[in-house]
Each structure stands twice: as C-alpha cells, then as structure tokens.
C-alpha cells in the first residue's frame, strides 16, 4: 500500500477505516497488530507487509483503497494513486482496476488515469 498520514484524515473516515479494519478475520488482525508492533521497535517488515497485504481479501483491499483515495484532497491523489500502480505489491492488472476505479469514484479525473495507464 502506499503511505497516508492519518493526522490529516476527516474524522468520520478514520472511523470508517477503523470499522473495516475490525472486519479482519482475528488471525489476520493479530498478525496486522504484530507487524505493527515489529515495525514500531525498528525491525525491517517491508517483506512480512508484502506478504500480509497480498493476503487480504480482495475487497477488503479495495475498500481500503476508496476509504483512503476519499480522504486525499484531488491535487494530491493522482500521485498517490501513481504510487500504488508502482506498488510490487499490486499486478498489473489490480493496478489497472484500482485506477479505474478511483475514475469511478470521482478519486481522479480521466486525464490522470490516462496518464497513469499510458505513461509517455
């Protein structure tokens, strides 16, 4: 996933981003709140995260993707969504749908996904 500062995120989407966490089956949540815990006393989880993110359900993903594009201000999310489609840790075509996708929503104009799907 891409890096978000949740200090700047409208309240009721921290809620909404908390709800959905808590939808996590428990062993994916314990081993979520372990990487964490690894990640904070300074250990390099960058590899265990990849694994864990691929582990998720698909449409947990996704609504994770739209809870955090929704939160972005527009100028700023056409790099963001830049960073996911160079994310290792989303295929090509994943990249491709969540592009597509933040269209849908209103996340980016279809310029920028443009853009983004056929770089110059």
Known sequence: MFPFDPSKMDPKVLMELSQLIQQL????LNRMQGL????????DVKKDIEEFEKSLPPEFREKLMR?????MNAP?????????????????HEA???????VRDSSISPEEAEKLLFPE
């Open 25 to 28: 089956p428990p062993e994916q």
């Open 36 to 43: 964490m815990h690894n990640m904070m006393a300074g250990f």
């Open 67 to 71: 809870l955090i594009g929704s939160s």
């Open 76 to 92: 700023a999310a056409p790099a963001q969504m830049a960073e996911v489609v160079d994310s290792k840790n989303l295929d090509l």
């Open 96 to 102: 491709r749908l969540t592009i597509l996708r933040a």
